[in-house]
Nanobody
Framework: QVQLVESGGGLVQAGGSLRLVCAAS??????????MGWYRQAPGKQRDLVAI???????NYADSVKGRFTISRDNAKNTVYLQMNSLKPEDTAVYYC?????????WGQGTQVTVSS
């Protein structure tokens, strides 16, 4: 009922920037009513929350990315963004888009972000 497709990952040097994009398609739910989030998973580690944005536009961030990452949404395009600045090698991970309308979890396929030192 919900499909999430991420893009925008890649290889960047430390201190650089990337913008991740999550395009959502849904046949049942209204995107504008959906809270959205970004998670990341580094090799051998658990998947952790990076940032969330509510339907009303309120945001919250993991302490490790506060001041560097910005989550935003464009309801007209059914899209969520994650602007990542001042990237560090420890930001290297697969980044996943997430939502759970109707209390069911939906994940994208992930996009790899690699930050070289």
């Amino acid at each position: 009922q919900v499909q999430l497709v991420e893009s925008g990952g890649g290889l960047v040097q430390a201190g650089g920037s990337l913008r991740l994009v999550c395009a959502a398609s849904t046949s049942i739910f209204s995107f504008s009513n959906m809270g959205m989030g970004w998670y990341r998973q580094a090799p051998g580690k658990q998947r952790d929350l990076v940032a969330i944005i509510t339907s009303g536009g309120r945001t919250n961030y993991a302490d490790s990315v506060k001041g560097r990452f910005t989550i935003s949404r464009d309801n007209a395009k059914n899209t969520v963004y994650l602007q990542m600045n001042s990237l560090k090698p420890e930001d290297t991970a697969v980044y996943y888009c997430y939502c759970n309308p109707g209390l069911r979890d939906y994940w994208g396929q992930g996009t790899q972000v690699t930050v070289s030192s």
